[in-house]
């Protein structure tokens, strides 16, 4: 690992840095770890586009917003997955499903045997919208230049969408999540095909426990498609 490489990584994604000296350790682990071989050129332009989404102007979300939450996990990864928008947990750490849902979220790739090493986690919006509303059709459109982007730029196989905010904002109005969800649809974004599949958001599950057994199916079909893909 190039130390170069470590300083770019250290910028990108809000840094880990909070802890005692002991975890440095685990830290700079957790970076090998993650990045694997990220190209150089992969890097920059994730930093690019993270330059960019801060430099936006007179929005209500930044302005009201403590932190940029741009991504976490590996950007090598063929997995992407897009929440709605950071909550006031991501917002204090500057990253993506660090409160209650993303526990939740952990726990359902645990349930197919993946992780924030083998995924790359991010938001239609990256910074917190005010009292935890969500994105208005104009913020979402805002953002989705970006969103695009940084899917181009990860090149996913496999976009896995949760809740109803990234399947609108990534599919479109005339669904609702309930019937889009657990079905595959084959999508050009920019320039990457990529198959997307949309599930229950972990937040809507924690309030309705009884539509688990629909995400578990999701979950269980995007196992499958790893297998199909040979994804490691
Ligand atoms: N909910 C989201 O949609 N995204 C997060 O990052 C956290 C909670």
């Given at each position: 690992m190039k130390n170069i490489k470590k300083k770019i990584y250290h910028k990108l994604i809000n840094?880990?840095?909070r802890y005692n000296n002991k975890s440095l350790v685990r830290y700079e682990n957790n970076i090998i770890k993650k990045l694997g071989n990220?190209?150089?050129?992969k890097l920059n332009q994730l930093k690019k586009l993270k330059i960019k989404i801060n430099s936006i102007k007179n929005c209500d979300l930044k302005n009201n917003a403590k932190n940029l939450v741009f991504a976490d996990g590996n950007p090598?990864?063929?997995i992407m997955i897009i929440g709605e928008g950071p909550g006031a947990n991501e917002d204090k750490e500057g990253k993506p499903f660090v409160g209650?849902?993303?526990k939740l979220l952990d726990k359902m790739l645990?349930?197919?045997k993946l992780n924030r090493n083998n995924v790359y986690i991010s938001n239609v919006v990256n910074f917190r919208p005010p009292m935890n509303r969500r994105p208005t059709d104009e913020e979402i459109k805002r953002y989705l230049p970006f969103l695009n982007k940084h899917i181009e730029i990860i090149n996913p196989k496999i976009l896995f969408l949760l809740g109803s905010t990234a399947l609108n904002a990534l599919i479109g109005n005339e669904t609702v999540i309930s019937k889009a969800r657990g079905k595959w649809i084959s999508k050009?974004?920019?320039e990457v095909n990529t198959e997307v599949i949309a599930s229950f958001h972990p937040a809507f599950l924690m309030r309705q426990p009884d539509q688990k057994k629909y995400a578990w199916e999701d979950?269980?079909?995007i196992r499958k498609k790893i297998v199909q893909?040979?994804?490691k």
């Open positions: 840094n880990e840095l990220v190209s150089e050129d090598n990864s063929l209650r849902a993303g645990e349930a197919i050009k974004i920019g979950l269980k079909m893909f040979k994804i």
